[in-house]
């Protein structure tokens, strides 16, 4: 492969974890996760434990009574374990099944079951689910005197040290790796000595790095092009939070004179428009070797080499003879591996990693010929609109909505010559605008309402230059409230776009871009089983679909034509991760997105809901 080919297909989906990140499993990533994000109960008063372990011993007495071996108290637990109701009234009941079931999978000197159940206790409840691992360990490591048992308790504990590394909880990190020196002497293991001692000298140098950027932070407010805070916010940024966007701003400006020429070559290249030869990119992951080499502090070294060992990664495919097995024996070395969770902290062309980082975010895909995302705030849809007009998108929904972060947004935008417009008013200036596109042969694919922080009505619109035939005629309903009554244009012309929102005054109001002539089509607002009714029975083809909060009653409302040649595909009612997953996976690659809505419903979930036309082969 070429250097051109095998920069471009790396450039937006090569990264690295930081060498903390290397080892940590998926079970205490996904653990982590899930004891931080989801919505837990508090744990029950001592009344009630006592009350619930009083109730479980009497349901589990004769089970409490012959367990005995491994085997016996891990059944038990399992049983406790799927005894767990998960609502508000079983609170004080799971609490106690769940720390009885852990106490039992201790006993049994089962480590997989424990984790289990320190899991289902950390989505379910407000505990600190990394101390709980720490205490559990050193419980089972007072288990039997098994080798394989031990060095699986021993990974763990590493793992776990990794993991509070990567959340800032260095103590408990180091609490971690005392657990695991305890094991390695029962084991006699110098390999897992020396593990564990190359972490406690990262660790504590990251606590240094982490207190100087403190003091960093504070004199960049004041002199932002202070070498020597710059130098540490940079260190603080590629090391603990693997983050060399932002950390190569600061690395430009650094106090070390070597470490900042290095920062400022890798800027050139990640801010250049034409593709690096690969003398270039071979020469940059030299350069950061030879800076690694000098590091005095152990984790920026690990950090440094690393960012050498992606840039060997992209060289490799043209290097020959020598030069390729040095590249590859550092690039094994630096221990790199491509991980697409940290894409959006590595960039290898910002261009790309602008884009790549916004769809990512806002939990969207995007290809050669669309792009879609789900929740962006405002400011970077916009930002996002801006970058993805140099790739010739242009924008057919912007729908912005409200949540507890702030004002977000759902779009979509398609390949196109045409350009596209995003503007941006009061209803009086979006009247006005509308007129002055008209006379300018600027024509409006779609129209959403929203309410400003401050209680503003405002409301974004989207113009393209006509791809309509002569005499094709346009109207707006901008901000009708549904509970006037009809807003219909009659019969001679059809909805294109509609969607709804809350006004300040807490009305349901509607907005509809409507187009003369107009084609067969039907449209309509309604539950949600009438709503799935139509996707199943209909023989029109939905062109629009959006969620209507009215009254905190979720309505749905769609549009549909007559198109010939195409069939439409509506993802409907999945959260936002389920939804991004079945865009990559479910929704066939030919497939077009034509429409976007997401909500907060009343109970505080998150919806999304989308179409998509695939053409039919005939």
């Known amino acids: 492969m070429g250097m051109g080919r095998a920069f471009q ?316 097995a040095k590249a590859e024996q550092r690039l094994t070395e630096s221990e790199f591996k491509a991980d697409s969770h940290q894409a959006a902290l590595m960039p290898t062309n910002r261009a790309a990693f602008l884009v790549d980082r916004a769809i990512a975010d806002g939990k969207g895909v995007i290809t050669r010929n669309y792009a879609i995302c789900q929740t962006l705030s405002f400011e970077r849809a916009m930002k996002l609109h801006a970058a993805l007009e140099a790739r010739k998108m242009r924008p057919f929904r912007f729908r912005p909505y409200p949540t507890p972060e702030g004002l977000k947004v759902a779009a979509i935008w398609l390949r196109s010559n045409r350009t596209g417009i995003v503007f941006d008013g009061t209803g009086e200036e979006t009247k006005q605008r509308f007129e002055t596109a008209i006379k300018d042969k600027m024509y409006p694919v779609d129209l959403a309402g929203y309410l400003t922080q401050e209680g503003q009505v405002r409301y974004v619109m989207l113009l393209t230059p006509s791809g309509f035939p002569e005499g094709t005629e346009f109207e707006l309903t901008i901000g009708f409230r549904v509970k006037d009554g009809q807003y219909g244009k009659g019969t001679g012309i059809a909805p294109t776009s509609r969607t709804f929102f809350i006004d300040n005054a807490g009305d349901c109001c509607v907005n509809v871009t409507w187009r003369k002539p107009k084609a067969t089509y039907y449209y309509a607002r309604t539950s949600r089983a009438v709503f799935e009714k139509s996707i199943a029975k209909s023989e029109l083809m939905f062109v629009d679909v959006a969620y209507c909060l009215n009254e905190q009653k979720l309505e749905y409302t769609y549009i549909e034509h007559k198109l010939d040649g195409t069939k439409s595909v509506v993802v409907h009612d999945k959260s936002l991760d389920e939804t991004v997953a079945l865009w990559r996976d479910g929704v066939p690659t030919t497939g077009t997105p034509v429409s976007i809505s997401v909500v907060i419903d009343p109970d505080g979930q998150y919806r999304s809901m989308s179409v998509w036309h695939v053409p039919v082969k005939n």
């Open 9 to 324: 297909t790396r450039r937006a989906t090569v990264t690295v974890r930081r060498a903390m990140n290397v080892l940590l499993c998926l079970f205490a990533m996904t653990c982590s996760l899930l004891a931080e994000a989801a919505e837990r109960f508090a744990v029950p008063s001592d009344a009630d434990q006592k009350a619930a372990l009083t109730t479980v011993k009497d349901v589990f007495k004769t089970e409490l009574s012959a367990a005995k071996s491994g085997a016996q108290l891990s059944d038990l637990a399992e049983k406790m374990l799927s005894s767990v109701q998960g609502d508000a009234a079983s609170a004080a009941s799971d609490y106690v099944l769940l720390t009885q079931a852990q106490a039992l999978a201790i006993r049994g000197s089962n480590i997989s079951l424990t984790m289990n159940i320190l899991t289902t206790l950390g989505e379910k409840f407000d505990v600190d689910q990394r101390t709980l691992t720490l205490n559990a360990i050193r419980d089972l490591a007072k288990g039997p005197t098994d080798k394989d048992f031990h060095q699986q308790l021993a990974n763990l504990s590493i793992r776990m040290a990794t993991e509070c590394r990567q959340a800032e909880r260095l103590d408990l990190a180091l609490q971690f790796l005392v657990q695991t020196d305890a094991i390695a002497g029962k084991l006699k293991s110098t390999e897992l000595t020396k593990r564990s001692a190359g972490l406690k000298a990262e660790i504590n140098d990251q606590k240094k790095l982490t207190e100087k950027h403190a003091e960093a932070q504070a004199t960049l407010k004041t002199k932002p092009e202070d070498p020597a805070a710059n130098d540490a916010r940079g260190r603080y940024l590629v090391v603990v939070k693997g983050d060399w966007d932002e950390g190569l701003k600061h690395l430009v400006r650094s106090s070390d004179k070597e470490l900042r020429a290095v920062a400022q070559d890798d800027t050139t290249v990640i801010d250049g428009t034409a593709v690096p030869t690969p003398d270039q990119v071979l020469k940059l992951a030299d350069q950061w070797w030879d800076v690694s080499q000098k590091q005095t502090s152990p984790s920026l070294k690990s950090a440094i080499k690393l960012r050498a060992g992606q840039w060997y990664e992209i060289a490799l495919p043209d290097q020959k003879g020598l030069a390729k």
